[in-house]
């Protein structure tokens, strides 16, 4: 376990503030069952996402280096925990630019010094997922002790989306033996929930793209892309997909609904954050966790379930 | 080259069929990688990456294209369930697999028609950039 993660800064990023709300109050929820402190990154930024990024990587990299300089040099953290997918790549990639390019670290310089605050230096430091928390701070075992309310008879479907493990290069503690996170076959999530009771199928789409990016471009790709990726959920057996990414849970919800309007093709494979089924697993109720906020309709499955 | 659409419904045809289902679909997902080099004006490679073709034609595709390894893990799984049919076959399992093997080839397909749809659709994706790009600040 890491000491240094029971207490650490948290940038919930802007999707957490708006589609994803129901996975900030849960990463809250469960942070609080399992005394995992949470400070908020004062004054936090966007991470620069894909549109700043897009026009300029640089500025991107300043923005995300912002939100961890405010983190080291205002609040004294060493940790950041970003639980979106989105922001933990970018404040990743932030960190790997300026430990690697020097014309990053000049332009980070340049505008933090215009923008009146410290500059971040590569290092000052780590930037963690939601998963990384819980599976180090607080481990199986000790999860496994907490649970109430056991998962058991909820058969899951993993799904970690592209941006968890993508670029290789920026996620350099990934890959280190079977400890530690895999960038080909995720697992920390699937350990997680099986520490909870629940049966994990086996699920080769778990890397897939869900076509989240393409969203206002490409509407109808994606909307395949989901759906295969829900179909394959469903013939694996599962009742449950459970997601670590607010961008990937909501095109999975919308492209659902999207699907058996557009195309006429129902699927009824429900759609979770993990740590809303971490929730349940721990005695806390569904509301609190804001299930009802999710467009997929969970409840009646939990229900179904025994577990609400 | 035919369309690739016309390969997905191929795909879909064969996903519960039995004995040469892994060839078929290992070849067609070949097919659709070919078709994204063709694209792009390259001869697509007849040389293998860990023994399969279709991981050498990923690797040929994704050069200079930082977003196509987002289907990197979709061809491993293609070969992956390939391997689990051909080298550990199972009564019980491997009706199950073969679909599987027919999703994931599905979501190759897809991915690589969304792709070829919509010229440069790969700079919206937030992995294909390259990590430094030269601009003035």
């Known amino acids: ?308 | 080259m035919r369309p690739l659409a016309e390969i997905e419904v191929e795909i879909g045809s064969i996903a519960g069929t039995g004995d040469g289902a892994p060839e078929r679909l290992l070849a067609l997902a070949e097919e659709v990688l070919e078709h994204w080099i063709a694209a792009r004006g390259e001869a697509p490679t007849g040389g293998q990456v860990e023994g399969f073709r279709l991981l050498a034609l990923h690797r040929q595709g994704a050069r200079g294209v930082p977003s196509f390894h987002a289907c990197r893990e979709t061809c491993r799984e293609i070969a992956y369930h390939y391997n689990l049919l051909r080298l550990e076959p199972d009564a019980g399992l491997d009706e199950g697999r073969r679909r599987m093997m027919a999703m994931l080839t599905t979501h190759l397909a897809l991915f690589v028609s969304g792709k070829m749809q919509v010229e440069g659709l790969g700079d919206f994706c937030c992995a294909s950039r390259p990590l430094r790009m030269e601009t003035n600040h």
Not at chain 1, 135 to 157: F, H, M, P, T, W
Not at chain 1, 283 to 307: F, I
């Open chain 1, 1 to 308: 376990m890491k000491a240094e993660y029971k207490r650490v800064a948290y940038y919930p990023g802007c999707a957490l503030e708006g589609t994803g709300h129901a996975y900030n109050k849960s990463t809250r929820e469960v942070g609080r069952a399992l005394g995992l402190e949470l400070d908020e990154v004062k004054n936090w930024n966007c991470c620069g996402a894909m549109e700043v990024k897009n026009v300029d990587p640089k500025v991107q990299t300043y923005l995300s280096s912002r939100v961890m300089s405010i983190a080291a040099n205002e609040m004294g953290a060493t940790v950041v925990m970003a639980p979106c997918n989105g922001c933990y790549h970018n404040l990743k990639k932030a960190e790997h630019d300026l430990a690697h390019d020097e014309s990053s670290r000049a332009v980070v310089a340049n505008i933090s010094r215009k923008a009146g605050h410290e500059t971040y230096r590569a290092g000052q430091v780590e930037t963690i997922h939601a998963l990384d928390w819980i599976k180090d701070g607080i481990g199986e075992e000790e999860l496994q002790r907490r649970v109430k309310n056991s998962l058991k008879g909820l058969k899951i479907a993993n799904y970690y989306g592209c941006m968890y493990t993508r670029p290789r290069h920026i996620f350099p503690e990934k890959d280190q033996g079977p400890a530690s996170e895999s960038t080909s076959k995720p697992h920390f999530m699937d350990d997680l929930l099986a520490a909870a009771g629940a049966e994990n199928v086996d699920f080769p789409l778990k890397t897939s793209c869900c076509g989240g990016a393409h969203v206002l471009s490409d509407s109808d790709t994606s909307t395949r892309l989901v759906l295969n990726i829900l179909r394959a959920a469903e013939a694996a057996g599962a009742d449950v997909i459970a997601t670590e990414c607010p961008t990937c849970h909501s095109g999975l919800e919308m492209h659902q609904v999207r699907a058996e309007k557009v195309l006429g093709e129902k699927t009824k494979v429900r759609m979770l954050y993990f740590t809303q089924l971490l929730g349940i697993a721990l005695g806390l109720a569904p509301r609190k966790l804001s299930v009802h906020e999710n467009v997929s309709d969970g409840l009646e499955l939990l229900k179904e379930k025994g577990l609400a």
